[in-house]
């Protein structure tokens, strides 16, 4: 059987000389090493295993006509290109990993292309961007940036060489002894949490624990939350304690900075998984310094969370919305599903004598949920704190109703 490949993303044209160096130094160590070149400009000879004329035709263009499409339709039309490689590669089971060596042109193809990977598979890419705002590029993908240092310009030097063998060996390294992702013996529940909701996430978790469930906890960051909906769609989740959708406000309202990277509480639903809903988090929108809160918010009940992230009051007007739109994506639930509100706040902040207490502003979005919610749909008060020991009692209770009542 031949070896497996790591995959190597370049513009040839611009990193030919690095890209033979990564290919000879991966090579060396028992792999294979085919280049996808993703070059766009420059004319070379270079015998790419997938040529940029062959990436072009699978992102749906042809190469002679690859100059005529504004600059971010030639990347994304390369990345697609690149994405349908790599895809066929993992699905004949030949790819081990990938690796992608660029600058800004560069590192955004090679993680559109990446991007199209299951998690779990390898990614890294050697970046002169990665010291920056990579969130664009990784989203919600366990993508690894490796800054370069110096430019990949002139071919391999002192400094470049040992950036680019560590990234090659790091790669080999995850194909040869990481674990591939894949379920283990007990039943997987995805529990959503941000720092507001942690008393009850780790109540709740450890309960589910005791009765003989994996608990995989989810940050409420818009990256992790949308990683957990992949992983649902995978069938890697059996059941979601989504105690923290704090991310649904951003998707309904935008500005928050931890707006979903993809649509939140819909693959649970289509897969007809156990759900079990409360409302933690929702009662503010995330921003960062106080100096970046939107002209629209300020004035607002405000927590000063630290000097990086800043905390502002949801309205009553807003917080209808994100009922009528949560109701309406429970709704078309296949499985069972529980809504649990807490009446006395759903964010440590939230609650009495707390800066962003508003109960009013909450009321408005149980109300929503009352009026929209279809009959099959239980909803559940609980006269406590979401933090309070009896909600995640409580909470960790009936998620373990509907698992039992589902297998």
Not at 11 to 36: M, N, Y
Not at 110 to 133: D, E, Y
Not at 167 to 172: D, I, K
Request: charged residues 20%; aromatic residues 6%; contains cysteine.
């Amino acid at each position: 059987m031949p070896a497996k490949a790591i995959a190597l993303i370049a513009t040839v044209d611009t990193k030919e000389a690095e890209a033979r160096f990564l290919q000879d130094f991966i090579t060396s160590h028992g792999w294979q090493a085919p280049v996808l070149d993703v070059s766009t400009r420059h004319p070379h000879s270079y015998p790419a295993a997938y040529p940029r004329e062959e990436i072009c035709r699978r992102g749906g263009v042809e190469y002679k006509d690859l100059g005529t499409l504004r600059r971010d339709a030639m990347m994304a039309t390369m990345g697609r290109g690149a994405a349908a490689v790599l895809q066929e590669l993992y699905e004949r089971g030949e790819l081990a990993g990938v690796l992608g060596i660029g600058g800004n042109q560069g590192t955004a193809i090679a993680a559109l292309a990446m991007r199209a990977l299951p998690i779990g598979l390898p990614k890294m890419i050697v970046s002169t961007v990665a010291s920056g705002n990579v969130r664009p590029y990784i989203e919600y993908k366990d993508i690894i940036m490796m800054f370069s240092v110096a430019d990949l310009l002139g071919g391999p030097n002192t400094v470049s060489r040992t950036i680019l063998s560590n990234a090659a060996g790091a790669v080999m390294g995850m194909a040869a002894y990481g674990q591939p992702l894949q379920a283990g013996t007990q039943p997987v529940i995805a529990v959503t949490a941000l720092g507001n909701t942690d008393p009850a996430v780790t109540a709740a978790r450890g309960h589910l624990v005791e009765l003989g469930y994996e608990v995989i906890a989810f940050h409420a960051s818009g990256a992790c939350g949308s990683a957990m909906e992949e992983l649902i769609e995978a069938g890697v989740i059996n059941g979601v304690l989504d105690l923290t959708p704090h991310e649904l406000i951003g998707e309904v309202h935008g500005d928050d900075i931890y707006t979903p990277l993809r649509p939140r509480l819909e693959a649970a639903s289509r897969r007809g998984i156990p759900q079990v809903v409360s409302l933690g988090g929702l009662d503010y929108f995330c921003f960062g310094p106080a100096d970046s809160i939107p002209p629209r918010f300020r004035g607002r009940q405000t927590h000063y969370h630290n000097p990086y992230n800043t905390n502002v009051r949801a309205t009553a007007a807003e917080l209808t919305r994100v009922g009528e739109v949560m109701a309406a994506k429970l709704n078309a639930a296949r499985g069972p599903v529980a809504v649990l509100v807490p009446l006395k706040g759903w964010s440590e902040n939230g609650r009495v004598g707390g800066p962003l207490y508003d109960p009013r502003a909450d009321a408005a979005l149980v109300a929503a949920l009352e009026a929209n919610l279809a009959p099959r749909i239980k909803l559940m008060k609980i006269e406590a704190h979401i933090n309070d020991p009896v909600f995640a009692t409580s909470a960790a209770a009936v998620m373990h109703q509907l698992m039992e009542v589902s297998c």
